[in-house]
């Protein structure tokens, strides 16, 4: 038999029940993507809040004759994602190491009793489904790791306060908060992946459960990134909270 004869076999042995779920979960992640990304440049949300902080953090740094707290501020962002990073590795290694033995992980399950019966190519499928989710989040926190790097080198490479006047230091100040904004934006697509990626352990249960899972990661993303108070406050306007600071005084 040939390799698109097993390819045949494997996709006939899947409930098209499973397929649709399948799909349904990409729709839901690729679409959401799509819209926060697009969103992130004109709406009101939490990315586009930090994004504008970003370059005002560059611009304080550049007024800053000494910028040790900085490199520390930059540090710990950079030991945030390398964690994730690490973890994703551990994951996909337990992930392959499981495609390895799934007729064992299959007796397991059913000795339980708890998910709904699926056969060996259905599990199979799943678990590849969360090896690729796994990797790809790799891919973007490795990513955000390395944009950190040239991040902190532009840093070291920025002249003196001393030595830039005010059209030079916004220059600067942009650059630099693109630079960081680009990382952090990585750094939130990985995190997503991880969201998605526990939406998918719902298809051990039931399909149906899977695409229930996937909207509901979709609801909670949205509210976190565009409805939640972190979006309000990054959002604030300087003339809001001074307005806010002078009806405290008059109270």
């Keep these: 038999m040939t390799f698109l004869d097993h390819l045949d076999l494997f996709r006939a042995a899947i409930p098209g029940l499973d397929w649709f779920a399948l799909a349904w979960f990409a729709v839901c992640w690729i679409g959401y993507t799509l819209y926060a990304d697009h969103q992130g440049q004109a709406g009101r949300n939490l990315l586009r809040g930090t994004d504008r902080m970003r370059t005002v953090w560059m611009e304080r740094l550049l007024e800053r004759e000494i910028r040790i707290v900085d490199s520390a501020l930059l540090g710990n962002l950079m030991h945030s994602v390398s964690f994730f990073a690490?973890?994703?590795?551990?994951?996909i290694g337990g992930l392959i190491a499981t495609l390895g033995a799934v007729d064992h992980a299959m007796q397991w399950v059913?000795?339980?009793?708890?998910?709904?019966?699926?056969?060996r190519e259905a599990w199979t499928l799943k678990l590849m489904a969360l090896i690729v989710v796994f990797i790809y989040a790799f891919f973007k926190l490795t990513w955000s790791i390395r944009q950190f790097n040239r991040c902190a080198i532009l840093i070291g490479a920025a002249p003196p306060h001393d030595q830039l006047d005010d059209s030079r230091r916004r220059a600067w100040a942009r650059r630099l908060g693109r630079l960081s904004a680009l990382a952090g934006h990585d750094f939130n697509r990985?995190?997503?992946?991880?969201?998605f990626g526990l939406a998918l352990l719902?298809?051990?249960?039931?399909?149906?459960?899977?695409?229930?899972?996937?909207?509901?990661?979709?609801?909670?993303l949205y509210r976190r990134e565009f409805a939640?108070?972190?979006?309000?406050?990054?959002?604030?306007?300087?003339?809001e909270e001074g307005d806010g600071g002078k009806q405290g005084d008059r109270e």
């Design 86 to 91: 690490s973890t994703t590795m551990v994951i």
């Design 110 to 119: 059913a000795n339980l009793g708890l998910l709904a019966p699926a056969g």
């Design 190 to 195: 990985g995190l997503r992946a991880y969201y």
């Design 202 to 220: 719902a298809w051990f249960v039931h399909p149906w459960a899977f695409a229930g899972a996937s909207v509901w990661v979709v609801v909670v």
């Design 228 to 239: 939640s108070e972190p979006v309000a406050l990054l959002c604030e306007d300087d003339s």
